[in-house]
């Protein structure tokens, strides 16, 4: 796999004529790619797959890489696999359903960021209703997602191999990506409800929760940590 990066490398610098630095970035990246794929058993790069591409992602990601640096290693990804394909060496990008992913960005150490940090840590998930309202709450922290878009939330809106979720609105939907920490909690939730399918969070009628509920959920454990006059909106890291 090293020599179609090699080669790669050549043809960016004699045919796109790309420069000393650009051409540095691009090997920094594809190599770090390539020993992530040999670390994980991928020696061929027609056995790269989106899942591959999108678990690499969250990698970069729970390393602390800040979103611009992960975003230019993946748009150096889709060339060389478009370079691939144009040598027949592949037949489709497996990057190409990543393009519409927003990657969250790290939360500052601000003030804010310590009363989130202390509000996800207020659940406690030794019960079921803590493992739920601690799924809830880093959905809203780490996520950005809104009550209503938490309350209609079905178990089919979550791809858990790829780490991706459909938060629907009234008027349209999109795609987000899931943080390593809140799919840990998703996939140990939906174990735990022995992979129900229907609303992810029910209410006891089997209906989902309101978005009131979910804000008196948000105001419960904003008291026990201790944050005064919080609203789900000024927890929701912005994205």
């Known amino acids: 796999m090293e020599v179609y990066v090699v080669e790669y490398l050549e043809y960016l610098k004699e045919r796109k004529h790309r420069s000393t630095g650009t051409l540095a970035a ?29 678990s690499f992602l969250l990698y970069l990601e729970s390393e602390g890489l800040n979103p611009s640096s992960i975003q230019r290693k993946l748009s150096s990804m889709r060339g060389f696999f478009d370079f691939l394909i144009r040598r027949g060496e592949i037949r489709s990008d497996p990057t190409e359903e990543l393009q519409s992913l927003k990657i969250m960005p790290k939360e500052r150490e601000t003030v804010e960021a310590k009363e989130r940090k202390k509000l996800l840590e207020a659940a406690k998930p030794q019960t079921a209703k803590g493992q739920r309202d601690a799924v809830i709450l880093s959905l809203i922290v780490r996520e950005g997602l809104q009550p209503g878009e938490i309350a209609t939330l079905k178990t089919e809106d979550i791809n858990f191999k790829l780490g991706i979720l459909k938060a629907k609105r009234e008027t349209h939907e999109r795609n987000v ?40 959920l948000v105001r419960k454990y904003a008291r026990e940590a201790g944050i005064s006059d919080v609203t789900p909106q000024q927890l929701r890291r912005k994205n």
């Open 26 to 54: 691009y090997e920094q990246d594809l190599f770090q790619f390539l020993r992530f794929l040999q670390k994980n058993g991928i020696q061929r790069m027609d056995k790269v797959d989106e899942i591959t591409c999108n």
């Open 177 to 216: 990506q899931i943080s390593a920490e809140t799919l840990e909690m998703l996939v140990r939730y939906q174990e735990e409800r022995k992979n129900r399918t229907g609303y992810l969070f029910p209410s006891r009628k089997e209906a989902c929760l309101s978005r009131q509920a979910i804000w008196k």
